[in-house]
């Protein structure tokens, strides 16, 4: 019994070899490439310098005064981005379950014969380049875009509304492109939901809101901490959106390394900064899975 186990564990290994060698020189090596630039010294004109140096982690967030080098402070400009990131990331991914959790649920209750188109018009987003969407999201809000023409020619304002380069473009665009990753998670749940639970609610004169807070919510929640993480994790890192609607403005952790990687030529900062997001992303994996966990003991208790 036990030599042909193994032998069949040697081949579930045998063919997952070449996929985990991918991972492996694709993922891991790049990433402990990063790791060990963030620990190095910054190169005059870019790259680095083999020499140990904790410079970059420090920089992350503290700066030294150009002329009195032992006078250190917080560096503002760099907590701010961050906290800006996070920020933006956790607003996006609340407007994106805000508007997701209704179409989904749109989507769910249709005859079975028709979800499969609504599912397909959903998709329709991700056949479009990132890039592209970011501009048609710029057409609309700009100075002399859609909203801005309308609001003026029905005399609701005299002058256009400033909406590009702020926090509010960054966030808007975000959710646009975001919000197809929530909404096919929540299907997904919404999908394997008991329909006939909700009936019983509504049979023992529950009403709407506790029907919604006791019987559905329950339910999707796993759709739920899945579309999150499928959201908060791209935003925290987006780099094209920030860039276009904010217009070096609104900086975000994406465009702060892009920064240290091109103009600012410190290659170790930025490295630094590219593995604090990493920690980040890895906090929020963590509280993922902690929170999957903790839902399957209570279905099995």
């Avoid at 310098?49 to 760099?78: C, K, M, Q, Y």
Wanted: include cysteine.
């Amino acid at each position: 019994m036990r030599g042909p186990l193994i032998r069949g564990n040697g081949w579930k290994w045998l063919l997952c070899a070449p996929a985990l060698t991918v991972l492996l020189l694709a993922a891991s090596g790049p990433l402990l490439i990063v790791l060990v630039y963030s620990f190095l010294s910054p190169g005059n004109m870019g790259g680095v310098v083999w020499e140990f140096s904790t410079e970059g982690w420090f920089r992350v967030f503290f700066r030294r005064d150009i002329f009195e080098p032992d006078l250190v402070t917080l560096n503002h400009a760099h907590l701010t981005v961050f906290w800006r990131s996070i920020w933006l990331s956790f607003q996006t991914t609340l407007i994106c379950a805000l508007l997701g959790f209704p179409t989904a649920w749109f989507i769910a209750t249709r005859p079975p014969n028709t979800r499969t188109v609504w599912l397909f018009l959903i998709t329709i987003p991700f056949w479009t380049n990132l890039l592209i969407r970011t501009f048609a999201i710029q057409e609309v809000i700009r100075n002399n875009g859609t909203i801005n023409t309308v609001l003026l020619r029905l005399g609701v304002i005299d002058s256009p509304i400033q909406m590009m380069f702020t926090d509010f473009a960054v966030l808007l665009g975000m959710a646009y492109v975001f919000l197809p990753l929530m909404v096919l998670p929540l299907y997904a749940a919404m999908d394997k939901m008991d329909f006939r639970l909700v009936e019983a609610g509504y049979d023992l004169y529950a009403s709407r809101l506790m029907v919604l807070w006791h019987v559905i919510l329950p339910q999707v929640k796993p759709g739920f901490i899945a579309g999150s993480i499928l959201v908060f994790i791209p935003a925290i890192g987006a780099y094209v959106t920030p860039r276009v609607l904010g217009g070096g403005r609104t900086m975000m952790l994406g465009n702060l390394i892009a920064l240290q990687f091109g103009q600012g030529r410190n290659w170790p900062l930025g490295a630094a900064l590219a593995m604090l997001m990493l920690i980040v992303v890895v906090g929020a994996l963590i509280v993922y899975l902690r929170a999957l966990g903790r839902m399957e003991g209570e279905r099995r208790g």
